[in-house]
């Protein structure tokens, strides 16, 4: 008998997006092809493609990834709701699936009726039915709501009877998908421990998908992270989890840095928008004559760098190459755009740049970049990788800036080819040679002086003093002195402050305050000049707080600095020379999974064992 419990090979789906409802009516009943110009009316979505993947009879394996990256589309596909465009589903054995909340059971019908129903209908007699509903109740410990109509349910109820109902009927393939994000912790833990249990006992195949990294790493033996309907990474939980962490910690970084600097620079600060942490640079293919390609090019890939770092690919042809909710994709919108529909060939993925029809003539194509790669000197070489195939010399490729589209160069005809176009960022900079300045709002270069300016010249109520001295940077560091937003619990933490003090000033006091979410001041860090073997300071200078062991325990975190003339007996500063409020964001993250919850504060602490009445 066969070890594998499901086996997939090449699979991918396909969405069509349809521009007016009416076209899906049209091609539902096959008359799309009457319509002369309805040929390339819709998109293409492929929520996945090229994907391969077999797990054995009694694995329990995880999917991660970010939202939209595929993975219940792979779980729907499994557990034979949704078809396959392209590629070979094997499932052996029954499957028992916990897609989505609100689906399977009926609102009117109270719990247990629910129960009954399902069991019936899975082909319990009326005896074993009887067995069973005891057990489910009680696993999901809803005995008082039991006879009420599941619509009086909360989502975390519902759950608990869903889960408890599917699991009791010992399916060979259990499918979970974020089922237990409605749950609490406490019956997150149960179902974990009932789902190593069933692979134990009944042998049963686990598929979970979760955002519940610890979840994930309790119970699964391989974990598969999906990104953009592709598998990115497989194997080891702990491995494949690390990794994942370490670029949705990227992200983080990118994002608190660019929360900060419009704080610094005074901006509405409307959090986690896009176009406050990216700036979009936008390319196209077009024709090097005025009129469109007579060719079809291949295009595969696009890549943006910068310095030696890769900001972003476009796996030209991949799935969700033209879906705008990713930083990098193309503009495909049929009937302007110019790109061909996405194809597959040997494994090789990729799109024709022709002429398609489209009013434009063009291949319009995407990628954002954090703005915080404009602080540095080195990352404002920018570069765009093209790899492609083209029939004919005609195919050029040229960038947006302020004052229409630039032409890059053109790419070579004949084999296949990868050509590199640096970006001349003397046009796309903004006449004051800042970096990105398509917009008004964006960041100066991270000198001292920039920021210092920026500081000085700012009448928010989030920055005051007398500013006889003001900070003109504020910095925070990890151990390799990298500068990092985004720190491991008790990793040591580096804050620099550098000022600049306008007139000699005598034992001013400098202070780092830690404030949580909500507001309450979780630690403060003073110190006067005095204690650093200062007794007046004038010019530029730095101080640095170095913690060697940070007791701040997993959470967001926002901290203020200021310089103060003196403390009061309270401890308070007073009169200040320079307070930036909670001008720096920082997070404390921690690995996926801790045995035991360790709280906000980390206290050291020594404990002393004693036998008191030893026999
Ligand atoms: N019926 C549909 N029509 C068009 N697009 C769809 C459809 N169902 C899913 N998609 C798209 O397919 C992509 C993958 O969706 P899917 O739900 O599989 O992702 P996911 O990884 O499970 O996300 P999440 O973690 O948020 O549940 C998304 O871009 C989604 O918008």
């Known amino acids: 008998m066969s070890d594998v419990a499901l086996c997939l090979k090449n699979l991918g789906k396909m969405y069509k997006l349809y521009q007016r409802p009416i076209d899906k009516v049209l091609d539902a009943f096959g008359m799309d092809r009457w319509l002369f110009w309805r040929q390339h009316a819709d998109r293409e979505f492929w929520a996945l493609r090229g994907l391969d993947l077999r797990v054995d009879k009694g694995e329990r394996v995880g999917l991660i990834g970010r939202n939209g990256a595929g ?21 052996h054995g029954n499957v028992q699936a916990l897609l989505e909340l609100g689906t399977g059971f009926h609102p009117e019908f109270t719990g247990r009726q629910n129960i009954r129903v399902s069991l019936a209908y899975l082909g319990f007699d009326a005896a074993q039915i009887r067995d069973q509903e005891d057990e489910i109740i009680d696993f999901a410990e809803l005995d008082e709501f039991i006879d009420q109509p599941v619509k009086t349910y909360s989502a975390g109820m519902y759950a608990r009877l869903a889960f408890s109902t599917a699991t009791s009927m010992a399916p060979d393939i259990l499918i979970i998908d974020e089922v237990l994000g409605a749950g609490d912790a406490y019956f997150a833990g149960k179902c974990v421990e009932r789902m190593q249990r069933l692979t134990h006992e009944t042998g049963a195949t686990v598929l979970f998908v979760s955002h519940d990294l610890a979840s994930v790493q309790r119970l699964c033996e391989r974990v598969v992270w999906i990104e953009r309907g592709r598998i990115r990474l497989q194997g080891d939980p702990l491995e494949t989890i690390k990794a994942y962490m370490a670029t949705i910690r990227k992200e983080e970084e990118v994002r608190l840095v660019a929360r900060d600097l419009k704080v610094l620079k005074k901006q509405a600060v409307l959090l986690d928008r896009h176009e406050d942490i990216y700036t979009r640079f936008l390319f196209h293919l077009v024709a090097s004559t005025d009129k469109p390609p007579a060719a079809h090019h291949r295009i595969v890939g696009l890549t943006l760098w910068a310095g030696d770092e890769q900001v972003g690919v476009i796996d030209v042809g991949g799935p969700m190459d033209n879906d705008p909710e990713h930083l990098h994709y193309i503009m495909d919108a049929p009937r302007y755009m110019d790109w061909g529909k996405p194809r597959s060939q040997g494994g090789l993925t990729y799109r024709d740049y022709g002429d398609f029809q489209g009013l434009y003539a063009h291949a319009p194509f995407e990628f954002a970049v954090p703005k915080s790669y404009g602080l540095q000197e080195h990352h404002r070489e920018l570069r765009l990788e ?62 001292n002086e920039t920021a210092s300016a920026d500081m000085a010249t700012s009448s928010s109520t989030s920055e005051y003093g007398s500013r006889l001295a003001t900070i003109t940077s504020v910095t925070m560091l990890d151990d390799q002195g990298r500068e990092c937003r985004v720190f491991d619990l008790e990793q040591p933490i580096r804050v620099v402050l550098a000022f600049e003090a306008h007139q000699r000033l005598h034992n001013p006091v400098f202070v780092f305050c830690v404030y949580l979410p909500d507001g309450q001041c979780f630690t403060q860090w003073v110190v006067t000049a005095q204690e650093l073997g200062f007794d007046e300071m004038i010019g530029r200078g730095q101080v640095t707080f170095e913690v060697t062991h940070a007791v701040m325990g997993k959470a967001a975190y926002v901290a203020s600095a200021a310089i103060f003339k003196y403390l009061n007996e309270q401890g308070h500063g007073t009169e200040s020379y320079h307070v930036l409020d909670r001008c720096v964001h920082f997070q404390i993250v921690g690995p996926p999974y801790e045995p035991v919850e360790r709280g906000l504060c980390l206290q050291p602490f020594h404990a002393v064992f004693e036998l008191t009445n030893s026999c």
């Open 386 to 447: 093209v790899d492609a195939q083209c029939r004919a010399e005609e195919v050029a490729v040229e960038v947006h800036t302020p004052n229409g589209y630039v032409r890059l160069g053109c790419l070579p005809y004949g084999d296949r080819h990868v050509t590199v176009f640096p970006l001349p960022m003397h046009l796309i900079l903004d006449k004051d040679g800042h970096a990105f300045s398509q917009e008004a709002e964006l960041p100066e270069p991270a000198t």
């Open 71 to 91: 993975k219940s589309t792979l779980l729907k596909i499994v557990a034979g709701t949704v078809n396959p465009t392209e590629g070979q589903v094997a499932v």
